[in-house]
């Protein structure tokens, strides 16, 4: 049976401003092929075991030429994969498209086109740069400025282009600033016409340069600006001053390596979103229910025994979790411990066992285990019997502690932590071009688990690509497991809570621009 291909447009570079059918059509896809330009965010919708072929061109070299892209899309389709191309920006402005579309129902595949975000417009959009105004022009061109300059000639009729719209658009252009600035003087416009270049619009990258079209080039020439970017002429480029939002937010410019399991990763990946930076999700650890028949014959019989326990301590959100899953696989009744105290380490351990109906008792000063100790010290009484459900590798200084004390601990490994399957050759890349500029750390796993994970992917040793990485740590015993394992950590949170986290890496970047 035959496959269908879809042609998406990924937009401009920013994963969330992909249209939802092309995000959808990613999540369906056995195979993706994609260029630079796409998101490396979006290649992870993808069903686990789908393919993914890199095609993208680079300013010096074609990975693989379009003739040879277009029979791909074919071969794959005529094996019965559902195949997705996907293109930045939009695929029908300048995404050569037809080509690819023209092969594909030659050959009686299904397709269809999934329009996406234009660049020309986006990009501008996210450097403060409005393609029309009132007040300073109400039409529009999108030229491209990516051939050589004996073929812009031929496709350009710039007597007609130069003056037919308020706001010319260049797309791909950068490499021929010069000649495109000389020509649009050449037939009418103004030396001081504004001119923008934005690079990586939407992106960490992102960077815009203003001149005019007497001094643009040199001005691209001593900033090594070099591709891709978009070129907007016209008076609109004047807006920029009042309008520009992006570079104002407090993340702006920062790609940031979000470690934690996937699971959990949501609110910390939209924090980073909302406040302007670009959250890299790579999860490298994974929370699982136990394997073990010894594990989970443990877990049945302390829950079996809800009412005999004076205590019960959470030290995490995976704790409550996977304990109330155990209750619903076992049938067993919470209100067994209505004769226990509930107590909670951190806000939002407490926060997951409010959804669940359960206050626990006043949070601890310190959002770790020696908190509980100075909380309750006074009232952990020999004899009384505590409940412990936590992670298998949870550290032993609280129970330790509690029997120290004299009371009776049950500990339950309700859940596991092990290590993900998936290497991403992107984030390889990124970090190789210092393209990743801070990690962040939420537990002495991901610590340990990320570099485990990089030297899989072939890295002997990955501190040195790790050097000039900003590290960010949600608590001190995640610090020390950083700096026991050879790493340097520069932030860390004044309280082991999300929020903290991320002020301290809005305060950092701040600091550094």
């Not at 975000?117 to 491209?144: E, F, K, M, N, Q």
């Not at 080039?217 to 891709?228: I, T």
């Not at 998936?422 to 190789?432: C, T």
Request: with cysteine.
């Amino acid at each position: 049976m035959t496959g269908k291909v879809y042609l998406v447009g990924a937009g401009p570079g920013d994963a969330k401003l992909i249209t939802i059918k092309g995000m959808e059509c990613i999540k369906k896809a056995d195979v993706l092929v994609y260029d630079r330009l796409a998101s490396p965010r979006l290649l992870k919708w993808m069903p686990p075991g789908g393919e993914k072929i890199y095609v993208g061109k680079l300013p010096d070299r074609h990975t693989m030429k379009q003739e040879e892209i277009n029979q791909l899309l074919v071969d794959l389709a005529l094996q019965g994969k559902t195949v997705v191309r996907l293109k930045g920006g939009d695929p029908t402005i300048f995404g050569r498209v037809g080509e690819e579309a023209e092969l594909l129902r030659r050959n009686g595949i299904s397709y269809e086109i999934v329009p996406g975000i234009t660049s020309a417009i986006s990009v501008p959009a996210y450097a403060g740069i409005p393609v029309t105004h009132r007040d300073y022009a109400s039409s529009l061109s999108i030229i491209t400025g990516h051939e050589s300059p004996d073929k812009l000639d031929r496709s350009i009729h710039w007597d007609k282009v130069t003056n037919a719209t308020g706001t010319l658009v260049f797309l791909m252009g950068v490499a021929k600033i010069g000649y495109i600035s000389d020509n649009l003087i050449k037939h009418g416009r103004s030396p001081e016409t504004p001119v923008a270049l934005v690079r990586w619009g939407t992106r960490a990258e992102q960077e815009t340069l203003i001149g005019t079209l007497a001094d643009i080039e040199e001005k691209v020439k001593a900033a090594n600006f070099g591709s891709p970017a978009v070129i907007v002429v016209g008076d609109v480029v004047k807006q920029r001053e009042e309008l520009k939002w992006a570079e104002e937010l407090p993340l702006f410019g920062k790609r940031i390596l979000v470690t934690r399991a996937r699971s959990q990763a949501s609110e910390l990946v939209e924090r980073i979103e909302d406040l302007g930076g670009e959250p890299y999700e790579f999860p490298v650890i994974e929370m699982v229910m136990p394997q073990s028949e010894e594990k989970r014959e443990a877990i049945a019989s302390a829950l079996s025994k809800l009412p005999e326990y004076d205590w019960v301590f959470f030290t995490s959100v995976n704790g409550v979790e996977f304990f109330f899953r155990h209750l619903a696989e076992l049938k067993a009744d919470i209100r067994g411990l209505s004769g226990a105290r509930i107590a909670a380490i951190g806000p939002a351990t407490a926060a997951a066992l409010a959804e669940r109906g359960i206050i626990a008792e006043e949070l601890p000063a310190r959002f770790q285990a020696e908190g509980l100790i100075e909380a309750y010290g006074s009232e952990l009484l020999p004899g009384q019997k505590v409940l412990l459900p936590r992670g298998d590798l949870a550290r032993n200084w609280l129970p330790q502690k509690l029997e120290e004390l004299g009371l009776s601990v049950t500990e339950i490994d309700t859940y596991e932590t092990v290590v993900t399957g998936e290497d991403d050759i992107e984030l390889l890349k990124l970090l190789e071009e210092g393209r990743i500029h801070a990690v962040t750390f939420t537990s002495s796993s991901t610590v340990k688990y990320l570099l485990e994970i990089l030297k899989r992917m072939g890295l002997q040793d990955p501190l040195p690509l790790l050097e000039k990485v900003q590290i960010a740590c949600i608590g001190p015993l995640t610090e020390q497991t950083a700096v026991e394992a050879g790493l340097k950590p520069g932030l860390l949170a004044a309280e082991a809570t999300i929020d903290s986290l991320v002020r301290e890496l809005c305060r950092w970047n701040e600091q550094t621009r």
